[in-house]
Nanobody, 124 residues
C-alpha cells in the first residue's frame, strides 16, 4: 500500500524557517516526480514545487522561488521542503504528492498519490 506521510508543520513567525518531510513507502518511487502543493482556507490547491526523484532536478512556482528548496534522501525514502523567509500568505495545509508520469506537472489531477497534509501557519 502506497503511503505518503508529511510531518514538520507548525506555527512560525514571519521571516522564519520550517522544514517539512514526506516519507514515501509502499513502492519504488525512483521514476516518479514528487511534488508539494498547498491549500489555504477558501482557496484552490496550489502547486509549490517538485523534484524528479531519479535526478534530483527541481521546479518551483514563482511565488516560492528563491525561498523554498526541495530535496530528497534516497536512503530514507524522504522528500523535504525547506521553507525560508516565510510570509503570512504561505499559511496553508501543505501536501506531498507523487506523479508517475515523471514530468513536472503543476496540475493536481496529474498526481496519483497524496499525503494527508500538514498545517503551516505563519504569524505576522
Amino acid at each position: 500500500q502506497v503511503q505518503l506521510v508529511e510531518s514538520g508543520g507548525g506555527l512560525v513567525q514571519a521571516g522564519g524557517s520550517l522544514r517539512l518531510s514526506c516519507l514515501a513507502s509502499g513502492r519504488t518511487f525512483s521514476s516518479y516526480v514528487m511534488a508539494w502543493f498547498r491549500q489555504a482556507p477558501g482557496k484552490e490547491r496550489e502547486f509549490v514545487g517538485a523534484i524528479r526523484w531519479s535526478s534530483g532536478r527541481t521546479y518551483y512556482a514563482d511565488s516560492v522561488k528563491g525561498r523554498f528548496t526541495i530535496s530528497r534522501d534516497n536512503a530514507k525514502n524522504t522528500v523535504y521542503l525547506q521553507m525560508a523567509s516565510l510570509k503570512p500568505e504561505d499559511t496553508a495545509v501543505y501536501y506531498c504528492a507523487a506523479n508517475s508520469y515523471g514530468s513536472f506537472r503543476t496540475d493536481s489531477n496529474a498526481y496519483d498519490y497524496w499525503g494527508q497534509g500538514t498545517q503551516v501557519t505563519v504569524s505576522s
